[in-house]
């Protein structure tokens, strides 16, 4: 069953990092639409049934395509969610896991690349990595 997007109950670093987490294992593959003539990662995908890390913490009712292709640090991003303005590092740094993370030929996560990225953020935020499967 996929997970619920939205803001998590409480709007904190480790709340955040948890959703994430478990949203990357459970999908176990990247976002991909079609952008300025090429397949890039995206908040949505182009079906809207996948999302990215920051993706999953964007509640439907508040997502408009014209963040795709926009960092958490761009103003047309922080526009639709002022409420993680706070987080922008750590958005952008889970982002990069989603985006780089060493991929299988089917295009699914290396597991051990995904849990060695989030790890290494978890420990740059100071945050637990109990949400990252063994």
Same mark, same amino acid.
Not at 11 to 31: C, E, G, N, Y
Not at 41 to 44: E, I, L, N
Not at 103 to 107: E, F, P, R
């Given at each position: 069953m996929p997970m619920t997007r939205g803001f998590p109950e409480t709007? #904190?670093?480790?709340?955040?990092?948890? !959703?994430?987490? #478990?949203?990357?294992?459970?999908?176990?593959?990247?976002?991909l639409a079609y952008i300025n003539g090429r397949d890039k990662?995206? *908040?949505?995908d182009a079906d809207g049934e996948r999302c990215c890390a920051v993706g999953?913490?964007? &509640?439907? @009712?508040? *997502?408009? &395509?014209?963040?795709?292709? !926009?960092? &958490?640090?761009?103003?047309?991003?922080? !526009?639709?969610? &002022? @409420? =993680?303005?706070?987080?922008?590092? =750590? =958005?952008?740094? =889970?982002?990069?896991?989603?985006?780089?993370c060493d991929?299988?030929?089917?295009?699914t996560f290396v597991l051990n690349d995904l849990r060695f990225r989030l790890g290494s953020v978890a420990a740059g935020h100071n945050l637990s990595a109990a949400a990252i499967p063994a």
């Open positions: 709007l #904190t670093a480790q709340a955040l990092f948890d !959703k994430i987490a #478990t949203h990357l294992f459970a999908q176990r593959r990247r976002s990662c995206a *908040y949505r999953v913490v964007i &509640p439907d @009712d508040r *997502y408009s &395509p014209e963040i795709e292709g !926009k960092s &958490p640090f761009n103003e047309v991003f922080m !526009k639709h969610f &002022p @409420d =993680l303005d706070g987080f922008k590092v =750590l =958005l952008s740094s =889970l982002q990069g896991v989603h985006d780089n991929l299988h030929g089917d295009g």
